[in-house]
């Protein structure tokens, strides 16, 4: 199985930037534990389940992206943790706390903006504001919402209604929505999914940039190999469905703050893509 | 702003390009549109009115012959001759009665407005007339004695457009508020569509005639128009349909990421409503409310005929049955003034409809 010379689970791996370093046991505590969790779908020709007897723990300030085949059941997995989609079977805490509804300490950034229109760049973020810090002066959550839509890049398009701005501006406006609310986690849908390789390089960076202040833990689904190793710390590979489970991970001890250009020049990274490539090739 | 009204009437799709061409700029792209959008609706209304001309020429003739030959069956060879010269003399009592040519309507309209002229005059004078009495019963508490003299058409139409503006309201005011709470709910969605899919196509004489009971029975001793009340409620009723399905149709589809972004940010059911479920319905909401404002119109008339309230309505029908020999040209002129009203009326929904929809996708 492990042809390349990197071994893949939790351990004592050389940091592969900074060899003398050695990655030790992660001590951080728990954010997010998802326990035997199980996805059931009534259909019409009998059940189908989608995920079954899922494990999966998140250390508190992990990054982790989650890749899989098409239809395996990974969106499923993020709106169960989100508590938009009943959870059939187990249980999911996130800071101890178990799932049993949506709300905003779950933060969600949709595929699709999913932006209210006829709202500005400012009232989108402001909406949640609202309802996180309901006992702000109106200043501070004025200042609150214009912070994080300046880091994401648009702090010139503030009074800009959704429906004027470009796709890759209204997903920037939903990172900002999403950190605004200061979550303890950050459920990504394939964020980037839908839009073209430049903006989606872009907004990685803005992504990075913006976590790399807030250490959110966050979990990031994405069809893109290299994304995967770019952002996370982990990388979650799901088998295929019906019954779909975590197949294996792989730990990607890149020194953080990142860049691209070092990544993608590093010798060691061709053999992290290799790896999630054979993985997603069987 | 003004930019933006110009655009979404149409009106600088209209001008546009007459400026072209006049720039010189696509000269022979923008004769093509010129020819499209108004040389031929000018030459297919030319065209209309060639044909009605033409028809109601053949009918005068057919009436005039068999009024030549009744009277030559009858009365001989003398009346007939008779009748043939007053027709041919152009004398108003003996024409036949028959569609009116469009010269006809013209100079119909023109004696109509000479009508409101007139009225117009009389009723200044009669206000000017009665301005003491009136202020002298105003501080004695008594109701201003008012004008009761025949409405000009002008007039008329003033009322139609009221008891419409009315109808239109009260269909807004009751189906946007049914519309949101059955759409929230797919529970109330399932048990009420039985009941609107049946009243829905009910006739307005029937609304009409339902609504009569009640008004009567509920303002026996009341001193309000009850004529007009009638009328502009059933109107309501007719028209709300529209407004009804579509609202609870945006309510209930409103996108899911959207129902998704309102449960993460724990909404309450308030807020949900006012800033997430009304606005994307909007669009939805106003398309029905012009189908509401078309239909409302539509059935006016036909309310205002057979509850013999004011209105254009009712105009129709005293002509009809007045029977005077430019009668019928008046009915003609009602039904074009009744048509480009609905057409305005339309327009202005049309415009509101696209300010509304906040993807400008409405044709
Ligand atoms: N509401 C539902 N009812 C029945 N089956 C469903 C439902 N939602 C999803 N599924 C099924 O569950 C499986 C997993 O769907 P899911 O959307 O989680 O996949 P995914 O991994 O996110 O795929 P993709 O990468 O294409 O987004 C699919 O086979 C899908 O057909
Ligand atoms: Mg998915």
Known sequence: ?282 | MKDKILQLTGIQSFLSPWVNIFKGEETKKNINILLKSYIFPLLSILLFVLVWHTGATYLYNKEATSKIEKARAERGEAAALEVQNCIYSGEVGCQPNTLPSPAKVWEAYLSLLADHKIISGKKEAFAKKVEKTNAKRAEQGKAAITYTGRPSFVDQIGTSLKTVFAGFLLAAFIAIPIGIIIGLSSTLRTSMNWLIQILKPVSPVVWLLLVFMIVKTLMSDSDMDKSFMISFISVGLCSMWATLVNTSMGVSTVDKDFVNVAKVLKLSIGQNIFKVVLPSSLPMIFTGLRITLSVAWMVLIAIELLAQSPGLGSFVWEEFQNGANDSNAKIIVAMFVIGMIGFGLDRIMMVIQKMMSFNKEVA
């Not at chain 1, 492990?2 to 351990?11: A, D, H, K, R």
């Open chain 1, 1 to 282: 199985m492990n042809q390349y010379n990197i071994n893949p689970i939790v351990g004592t791996t050389k940091s592969i930037i900074n060899p003398q370093k050695e990655i030790v046991e992660d001590t951080r505590p728990d954010m997010l534990v998802c326990k035997d969790i199980a996805k059931i779908y009534p259909t019409p020709k009998g059940d189908y389940t989608v995920l079954s007897d899922l494990q999966l723990t998140v250390k508190k300030g992990e990054f982790i992206s989650v890749i899989g085949h098409s239809g395996c059941g990974k969106s499923t997995l993020l709106t169960m943790i989100a508590g938009l989609n009943d959870i059939s079977k187990g249980h999911v805490f996130v800071d101890g706390e178990e799932v049993r509804e949506a709300g905003p300490d779950r933060a969600v950034v949709f595929q699709s903006p999913s932006l209210f229109p006829w709202m500005t760049a400012l009232q989108n973020v402001m909406i949640g504001v609202k309802q996180v810090f309901p006992h702000a002066t109106k200043k501070q959550k004025q200042d609150i919402c214009k912070y994080y839509l300046d880091k994401v890049g648009l702090g010139n398009d503030f009074h800009k209604r959704a429906s004027e701005l470009s796709q890759g501006m209204q997903q920037r406006v939903g990172i900002a929505r999403a950190f605004a609310l200061k979550p303890k986690v950050l459920l990504l849908d394939e964020p980037f999914g839908m839009l073209d390789s430049l903006t989606r390089g872009e907004l990685q960076d803005v992504l990075l940039e913006v976590w790399q202040k807030e250490k959110i833990t966050a979990i990031m689904i994405t069809h893109d190999v290299d994304e995967s190793i770019f952002l996370a710390d982990r990388v979650i590979m799901m088998t295929s469905g019906p019954f779909a489970k975590i197949g294996d991970e792989l730990k990607i001890p890149f020194e953080r703050p990142r860049n691209r250009v070092d990544i993608l020049e590093h010798p060691d990274y061709y053999q992290y893509r290799g790896y999630l490539m054979d993985f997603l090739n069987h």
